[in-house]
């Protein structure tokens, strides 16, 4: 743990020197990861898949703010889909519009998620970004996640019917309209996956904000619960086809993850919490508060675990220190030499 | 030397308010209350109306072949009425949610544009107690002025 500490904060240190550089390679790698899945998940346009291009809009993401991370993506997602006829294209431009109209605008901040969401489920951590947004962020954010789940369920349509797509022809647009959205609404797994994002999202957030030691880790461990009890009910329930083994393997990935990065953002030593309560003319406080856990402090802990074990005839206390001799001082001449100095 | 780094401290503060965190509350509080509600009101209005009329669309394209094969059958005044009741439902709900935010957001926004202009003023006051020869000066500059 003590080595954890100290890497964390060697970490902190070098980012503090080189924060401007270390952002700039973070959101260029960010941009890679987002834009290669894209590539790798669609690749149905030969000019949106070039990798020059992709490195070259990465390069972009990189110097410009977070938010310009999925306004690409959604771009790129909607680029892809022209790959495939005018018509998927049109369709995936006015789901990304709807979903802006709709829940976007209301939380521009977490328009991260509307790439992470699909990104992270298409690698199998399903419930990876809501325990995150629910430790991190609000219950709103609740409507950025459901957005990426959203785009992820088109995302994997226009796959599983991309060859069928390709050898259709654009004025066959009836069939070619039923399998690009055919049963989207309708479609079951969807919508288990949004009521289980929504519930491990708000739980986790409930669970974290409680007062109890390790609230944190707790909230973790339920959000990845919480998921796989949605799709056992989902498959015995709603008669869903989830691989059940996928989902419990990527919930304890997904805890795994989340834990990671909580100890990176947020440490704390609950073995140093205190309880306290004081009052002001208008409220009562009742506070508790816990340390942030640091390297030092983990040290300080294990030496003075160490100290305090009693040698022989000698008590594991401080030592003493001598009370200075009062009365053998002349104050009233101190007095007098300072008012002579003055 | 402390009182000035005092000083330092809370202009920082304020200056990290200005473009931080409070960037969006000091523009909120240039609006009227009423005027705030009603410009989000008719922003969600439009907003809410292209965002029906295109899931709608969604819902026709996803649908075409069985409407295509249905549409001598279909009862057109029946579909219109529906579409009709679902828009004002949506509607509804809509601007329910936004008046809700637009109320919270602007409440907050005015506590805390309270809390900048309170620190705001203890920095002028500080400044002023700090230095009385600036003040003496500002008087000087009003008296030759006038």
């Given at each position: 743990m003590t080595t954890l500490l100290e890497l964390k904060e060697k970490m902190k240190t070098a980012y503090g020197s080189y924060s401007a550089y270390v952002d700039i390679v973070l959101k260029f790698l960010l941009s890679c990861v987002c834009f290669f899945w894209i590539r790798m998940a669609m690749g149905y346009s030969s000019i949106f898949s070039n990798i020059f291009i992709l490195l070259i809009l990465a390069l972009l993401c990189s110097v410009?703010?977070?938010?310009v991370i999925p306004i690409c993506s959604g771009i790129l997602i909607t680029g892809q889909a022209f790959g495939l006829g005018i018509d998927a294209g049109i369709i995936m431009l006015v789901i990304y519009l709807v979903l802006i109209i709709m829940f976007i605008r209301f939380i521009p901040?977490?328009?991260?998620a509307l790439i992470f969401t699909p990104m992270t489920m298409s690698f199998g951590f399903f419930p990876l970004v809501p325990i995150c947004f629910g430790l991190r962020r609000k219950p709103v954010s609740i409507l950025s996640v459901i957005s990426g789940c959203i785009v992820y369920y088109q995302i994997s349509m226009l796959a599983s019917n991309a060859d069928q797509l390709k050898k259709?022809?654009?004025?066959?647009y009836a069939t070619r309209l039923q399998l690009i959205l055919g049963g989207f609404a309708a479609n079951k797994e969807m919508i288990v996956n949004i009521l289980a994002f929504s519930a491990v999202l708000i739980i986790v957030y409930a669970v974290r904000r409680?007062?109890?030691?390790?609230s944190f880790n707790v909230a973790i461990i339920i959000g990845g619960v919480v998921y796989i009890a949605f799709a056992v009910l989902g498959n015995v329930v709603v008669g869903t086809t989830m691989n059940l083994l996928v989902a419990a393997a990527g919930s304890a990935a997904a805890c795994i993850i989340a834990a990671i990065l909580q100890f990176f953002l947020l440490s704390v030593d609950y073995t140093g919490s205190e309880k306290m309560e004081f009052e002001d003319d208008d409220y009562y406080y009742y506070v508790k508060a816990i340390p942030k856990a640091s390297a030092f402090r983990m040290k300080q802990r294990q030496s003075s675990k160490t100290d305090s074990e009693p040698e022989d005839g000698e008590h594991g206390y401080l030592p003493l220190v001598e009370k200075p001799d009062?009365?053998?001082?002349d104050f009233e001449k101190k007095l007098e030499d300072s008012l002579k100095n003055l | 030397m402390l009182a000035d780094e005092d000083r330092v401290r809370a202009m920082i503060g304020l200056t990290r308010y200005e473009n931080g965190s409070g960037k969006e509350a000091l523009r909120l509080r240039k609006y009227y209350r009423t005027d705030y509600l009603a410009l989000e009101l008719i922003k969600t209005f439009f907003l809410a109306t292209i965002a029906y009329f295109l899931i709608l669309t969604l819902l026709i394209a996803g649908n075409a072949e069985y409407l295509l094969d249905h549409v001598n059958s279909m009862d057109i005044r029946l579909a219109g009425s529906y579409i009709l009741i679902g828009y004002i439902v949506f509607m509804g709900i809509y601007l329910a949610i936004t008046y809700i935010r637009a109320i919270v957001r602007y409440g907050r926004a005015k506590k805390s544009v309270r809390e900048y202009e309170n620190k705001l003023h203890s920095l002028k006051e500080a400044s002023r107690e700090k230095d009385p020869t600036e003040s003496l000066m500002e008087l000087f500059d009003m008296g030759k002025s006038k």
């Open positions: 410009l703010p977070l938010k901040d977490d328009s991260l259709l022809e654009l004025s066959e409680m007062s109890f030691d390790h009062v009365e053998s001082v | -």
